[in-house]
């Protein structure tokens, strides 16, 4: 039995005067919070006592906990029942500004033209091809008939066989990404007998149209195993790879030439690649070069040769290597594109006479084509200051064209192809906003936050030209990231707009941890160095305010996930720098989840965050832990989000958070936590109620903002 010690007295004290001050507020009338119920599970770690009162939330076989997540959701609905009729409001205007029923622009692969379509009143998209440009519709896949009777329906592999006769598909029902593979005939419509349960979602086909690799996860959610199943086999399927690291995962891909099928390897930190020739699926894979620790690399193939994509020997921003199929070990790598400290190079995409190459200077993504004959490389030229462009669909491996992504803060996403031979540029699509939206009424600002140690934090912001006066009169929503390395690049939002109708900027600050500045910028935000993450979020916000962009009392922050974890810790180094917070699956119980290699991804992430069963590591994480640093004090009103499926971050903790901010907080501020009992860490599946979570969140922010519909 634990001891009781007197901190543990203290906890339990407040914990029943918390009871009492609900009872008295239900007599009141007011929706009464439920009240998680205290059973301290005391651990010591590196000498330093570690109170968990709310760990039992964990099981979520006790029916106890059901009920709490379920009286949590019920109290959000009651606390938010004056604001339904805003967010109906609020959720028709966002529908009436999308295009209910809509087709994709066409992706040519071979004799076919794939595309997506939308119908008015379906949550999810139908697969469609034809054959030639003005062939019948065929319908490969209608997703809504795939999800009837299920709560929750998410499409993972989606992948035509190269005789374009059999698609492979898998699809999610729970929310917890562990996808069913069913192949269908694309001549008869008729689906194989063969299943493949609980896979990772990757499906790659071999070239002789009837061998498939797919991949499957641990018990902790790592993807650990690639498997070759053959159509039509009943026997058991053939373990081709194992990864026994528990910090290293894998996918199944195909190089853009159809060449070769690769496994790609990876921590946080080192990759590794075996090749397999796709015209001989029962052969072995091979190894391109064995893993070193702090090195990673991407492989394409063009002709004779792998193109790979490394941080090698020093390249902190990556370079291009060359190096033979024949013989493609390190030994053998020749620089195509040398390192550059001033100029990350994200990747590269091979085509038959031509490579894309896509770089970031200064922090703005860039696109170039190289001419592989000649050597020649143009530039693709876009007109915005600040913008976001990927590549698109382009399966064939001779095109001519590349299909790029493109949208902006201003700019809904548009379809452009790109003439690589004529160095042109075509717009095929742009996504229609409806309701009259005009561009020209909004002003997006790329500006320079002064951290305080120097650095300059890039900030993307947008609003509507005029309504906004740079007197703070504003309200702003200040939404951030910060990890992995991962790139927050401006983006469209229809949904967006009721937002900036109503007067607000709304920001993204490109915070340390991210990797929009170049690798560096990843380096000085992560391990040891994550604390950076949060003061640069603090300092934007700071300098936003300080520019008269808005006022602490006019401010919303926003992250979910890892920027669950920014906004948990901010919150916590400074409680007054917003007036309400949103945190969607936020990650916030690092200490624990960190040091349990039971739970997914725990292993993998040490590289990330560090392992706190490292005294210093400990001591630095703990420093910051969103869970362990709730205090007593005054808190901003609280939206936090969950979903009881989520393999990424566990809804406990979310959970776990807003019960012991509950027990904890000094305010009478609103403190909602509202879970997805049927999904998982992207929240419900569907279009339309998708809309209606962001109708909830923000008839949220502007009832505790005072902001009129």
Request: aromatic fraction near 12%.
């Amino acid at each position: 039995m634990n001891k009781i010690t007197g901190r543990m007295l203290h906890l339990l004290v407040v914990s029943v005067l918390f009871a009492a001050l609900a009872m008295l507020t239900a007599c009141a009338g007011q929706p009464t919070p439920p009240v998680a119920k205290v059973e301290p599970k005391v651990d010591t770690i590196f000498g330093k006592e570690m109170i968990d009162n709310y760990a039992w939330l964990r099981d979520r076989e006790n029916a106890d906990v059901i009920a709490y997540l379920t009286a949590e959701n019920e109290f959000a609905e009651k606390v938010m029942g004056h604001t339904v009729e805003m967010q109906t409001a609020l959720y028709d205007e966002m529908v009436a500004r999308i295009k209910e029923t809509d087709l994709s622009v066409p992706v040519r692969d071979g004799d076919y033209y794939y595309y997506t379509r939308d119908e008015q009143g379906k949550e999810y998209k139908i697969y469609c091809r034809k054959k030639g440009e003005n062939g019948p519709e065929e319908i490969l896949l209608d997703l809504n008939k795939v999800a009837e009777g299920h709560d929750y329906m998410l499409l993972g592999a989606y992948e035509v066989s190269p005789n374009q006769q059999i698609l492979a598909y898998g699809y999610d029902t729970a929310g917890n990404e562990e996808y069913t593979i069913r192949f269908k005939n694309l001549n008869d419509g008729s689906l194989y007998d063969d299943v493949i349960e609980s896979t990772n979602g990757d499906v790659v086909w071999a070239n002789d149209n009837k061998t498939v690799f797919y991949t499957t996860e641990d018990e902790t959610y790592r993807p650990d195993k690639v498997w070759r199943h053959t159509l039509g086999s009943t026997g058991e399927d053939a373990l081709v790879y194992h990864e026994t690291d528990a910090a290293f995962y894998l996918g199944v891909s195909r190089t853009r030439s159809d060449r070769y099928i690769l496994i790609g390897i990876g921590s946080n930190t080192t990759s590794e690649y075996w090749y397999l020739d796709a015209d001989k699926p029962m052969a072995q894979f091979q190894v391109i070069e064995p893993r070193t620790h702090m090195v990673e690399y991407w492989v394409d193939h063009h002709d004779k040769n792998f193109y790979i994509t490394t941080n090698a020997d020093d390249a902190l921003n990556f370079k291009l290597v060359q190096a033979p199929v024949t013989k493609p070990g390190k030994k053998n790598w020749v620089d195509v594109i040398p390192h550059r400290p001033e100029v990350k190079l994200d990747g590269v995409d091979m085509f038959a006479d031509y490579m894309a190459i896509y770089e970031r200077r200064s922090g703005l993504q860039t696109v170039s084509i190289r001419t592989m004959s000649t050597g020649d490389t143009e530039p693709v030229v876009f007109n915005e200051p600040v913008y976001s462009v990927e590549p698109g669909s382009t399966p064939e491996f001779n095109s001519t064209k590349l299909r790029l992504d493109y949208t902006s803060l201003i700019t809904p996403r548009t379809i452009y192809d790109y003439d690589m031979k004529a160095r042109t540029l075509e717009m095929l699509k742009q996504t229609e906003v409806l309701g009259g939206y005009d561009p020209g009424e909004l002003t997006q600002e790329r500006i320079f936050a002064p951290a305080r140690d120097g650095a300059d934090i890039p900030i993307s912001l947008v609003y509507k030209t005029s309504t906004f006066n740079k007197d703070g009169s504003s309200p702003l929503y200040l939404y951030g990231y910060g990890a992995y390395g991962i790139n927050m690049d401006p983006y469209f939002s229809s949904s967006r707009l009721s937002l900036l109708s109503r007067g607000f900027v709304f920001a993204i600050p490109h915070i340390r941890g991210g990797g929009e500045m170049g690798r560096q910028w990843y380096e000085d935000g992560k391990l040891l160095h994550k604390k950076n993450t949060f003061t640069d979020f603090i300092d934007c916000a700071d300098y936003l305010v300080s520019q008269g962009y808005t006022t602490h009392d006019k401010m919303v922050i926003s992250g979910g996930s890892a920027g669950g974890l920014t906004v948990g810790a901010v919150v916590n180094m400074r409680p007054d720098l917003a007036k309400v917070v949103v945190a969607d699956v936020p990650f916030v119980d690092i200490i624990n989840t960190m040091r349990d290699e039971t739970i997914p991804l725990t292993v993998i992430e040490w590289e990330e965050w560090g392992n706190p069963n490292e005294e210093e590591y400990f001591n630095y994480m703990y420093s910051y832990s969103p869970y362990d640093q709730v205090e007593a004090k005054t808190y901003p009103d609280m939206l936090i989000t969950a979903g009881l499926n989520d393999p990424r971050v566990a809804y406990w903790e979310p959970a776990k958070w807003a019960a012991k901010l509950r027990a904890t907080k000094t305010d009478q501020n609103t403190l909602l936590l509202k879970t997805v009992m049927e999904g998982g860490h992207f929240g419900t599946s569907g279009r339309y109620s998708r809309l209606k979570e962001r109708a909830f969140e923000y008839a949220f922010i502007f009832d505790k903002l005072g902001v009129k519909m």
